[in-house]
């Protein structure tokens, strides 16, 4: 795939980098007081990517980066982008910092978060590959949501939009009418840089997610920018946002249908593999990802006293306990 710059709307610049398949997508809100970089990518984004815009467009330089969470393709140019620009101050939410500054904890907690419970991880190569493009250092300063900077010709706001982390943020940009979003809402599947299926929307923390996707649709944006997705405006930004919140309840029916059938638990893979053909329009390899959204519904479900869960032979099996 071609990187590409493009200012969409008075100093509000997409600059799109490859990755693998699908392109992560960076955004400059460029000011006369100050410039915000939101995420930075894997390290050829910054290199490869941005520096080569920054320095064809004369932009800059940043005052502020930051990430919108903790995954390795918005931090991993954190390194980079702090060699060839030391004076731009890093930022994140609190909550997310952690993952953001280690890479090993970013892999043992988020990624290996499945692996004893549910029997569920990362193939070796695929840790080997997001260790070869991350490089992860200290931020400058943490964020909790709510705060505002000023960029001379207009203030932006910082979200605390969780659901995928817990620490997720977004940026919005009322001039512009625009809602910068990272992965805090993901529709109905992760696309590929061509549009075809790449694997399931892993949001994690269902309540919340949903409540980010209603702020947002609250806001009434004219624009939403996500990192792995084409640009929605207009109507197509809502239908975004109704889709993303469509996407739940499907999971909820479809696991209420399943546990229902069933006289003995399941574990969360044979659930997922069960019914992955109505989960979603991928592959065995990438369907699997989907037991990020689905332990999420599990556990909502669980918490309203709809399903239980127990560990069996050291595997975490689910019933059906409800009454609807």
């Known amino acids: 795939m071609t990187s590409t710059g493009l200012e969409l709307r008075p100093g509000l610049h997409r600059v799109q980098a490859p990755l693998g398949e699908r392109f992560v997508a960076l955004y400059l809100l460029v000011g006369p007081k100050a410039t915000l970089l939101v995420d930075t990518g894997i390290r050829e984004s910054i290199t490869e990517t941005l520096l080569p815009y920054l320095a064809a467009t004369g932009l ?5 980066a930051i990430n919108t969470h903790c995954d390795f393709d918005h931090t991993g140019g954190n390194g980079a982008l ?22 090993q904890a970013l892999i043992d907690v988020r990624y290996g978060e499945f692996r004893e419970a549910d029997g569920f991880d990362d193939a070796p190569e695929t840790t080997e590959y997001l260790r070869s493009v991350s490089d992860l250092v200290p931020v400058d300063r943490t964020v909790v949501g709510g705060e505002v900077l000023d960029l001379g010709d207009r203030e932006v706001t910082i979200l605390h939009v969780p659901g995928h982390s817990p620490g997720h943020i977004a940026v919005h ?12 809402s993901l529709g109905a599947t992760v696309p590929t840089a061509d549009n075809r299926p790449a694997f399931p929307p892993t949001y994690r ?12 649709r609250s806001l009434e944006p004219d624009l939403i920018l996500t990192a792995h997705y084409p ?21 909820d029916r479809v696991l209420a249908d399943e546990l229902r059938g069933r006289t003995a638990g ?33 556990e909502r479900l669980e918490a309203l006293g709809e399903v239980a869960s ?6 975490r099996h689910w019933t059906w306990t409800g009454t609807r």
């Open 60 to 64: 800059g330089p940043i005052t502020w």
């Open 82 to 103: 702090k060699a060839a620009s030391p004076e731009t101050q890093l930022l994140v939410h609190e909550l997310d910092q952690r993952l953001t500054e280690d890479l």
């Open 173 to 184: 940009d009322p001039l512009n009418h625009a809602l910068i979003i990272g992965d805090a």
């Open 205 to 216: 923390d269902v309540d919340d997610y949903v409540a980010s996707a209603e702020l947002f």
């Open 231 to 251: 640009i929605y405006e207009g109507d197509a930004a809502t239908a975004f946002l109704d889709e993303t919140v469509e996407y739940t309840r499907l999971v």
């Open 266 to 298: 399941a574990t969360t893979l044979d659930l997922i593999r069960s019914r992955g053909a109505e989960l979603g329009p991928w592959g065995a390899a990438a369907l699997d990802y989907a037991i990020f959204p689905v332990t999420g519904n599990l």
């Open 310 to 315: 127990e560990l069996i032979d050291g595997r």
